[in-house]
């Protein structure tokens, strides 16, 4: 089945430590972003990329980092920067048709230790 | 700046007991809106797509419409596993590759 796997489901920080989350879709897709999600909050684009080689900052892409190597895969890395990145994080994927809905992992929910 | 704001942040309705859920905007050149629905720990699942104003959209005891201003997404008889959060989302004109997200509406239906 085609879709969007995200990993790991749970994932814990320590102080200082940079995480990288995995997105990967088999949906053949050319875009693919990456969203925070805060409890009582909407959405919140951090990065995304509409071609391999390439990717644009969000509105909150500060103590973030991307790649885009690969079309099937895009990693996030939560770095020490960020200084809140207790959240819950949500990979997307769309279609060349900016018409067409963005397409949604189940997530990781990112904790400090 | 695009906003899109969803009303009322919490809903909580009987089986059978018929609602609508809104979501208002303020943006320059709407080219889409969408609607999605979230269960607790799940990413959001599309349920609909709407581009203009008079449009509706069908699907189960979901029913989605559109005006210039704002949508309404009505849900007819609910039942338990309706319940989730109801997201919406819009794309515009000076930002047609991005979607601006509400903040949700969290419905409860009780048997």
């Known amino acids: 089945d085609g879709g969007i796997t995200q990993s790991p489901k749970y994932l814990f920080r320590k102080e200082g430590q940079n995480v990288t989350l995995s997105c990967e879709q088999n949906?053949?897709?050319?875009?693919m972003y990456w969203y925070r999600q805060d409890p009582g909050q909407g959405l919140r684009l951090i990065y995304y990329?509409?071609?391999?080689?390439?990717?644009q900052k969000g509105d909150i892409a500060e103590g973030y980092s991307v790649s885009r190597e690969k079309k099937e895969s895009f990693p996030l890395t939560v770095t020490s920067a960020q200084k809140n990145p207790t959240a819950f994080y949500l990979c997307?994927?769309?279609?060349?048709?900016?018409?067409?809905?963005?397409?949604f992992g189940d997530g990781t929910r990112l904790s400090i230790l | 700046e695009d906003q899109v704001t969803q009303s009322p942040e919490a809903l909580r309705l009987q089986e059978g007991e018929s609602s609508s859920l809104n979501c208002s905007y303020t943006?320059?050149?709407?080219?889409?809106l969408f609607w999605y629905r979230q269960d607790p720990g799940k990413g959001p699942e599309f349920l609909f797509t709407?581009?203009?104003a008079g449009e509706e959209k069908e699907k189960e005891r979901l029913k989605a419409t559109l005006t210039k201003k704002e949508s309404f997404l009505h849900i007819t008889a609910p039942k338990p596993e309706d319940s989730a959060t109801y997201l919406c989302?819009?794309?515009?004109?000076?930002?047609?590759?991005?979607?601006?997200f509400g903040s949700g509406t969290q419905l409860t239906v009780l048997p």
């Open positions: 997307a994927s769309r279609g060349t048709d900016s018409n067409q809905p963005q397409h």
């Open positions: 949906l053949n897709h050319d875009a």
């Open positions: 990329s509409q071609i391999v080689n390439d990717f």
């Open positions: 943006v320059s050149g709407l080219r889409g």
């Open positions: 709407l581009y203009s």
């Open positions: 989302a819009v794309t515009t004109s000076g930002s047609a590759r991005q979607l601006t």
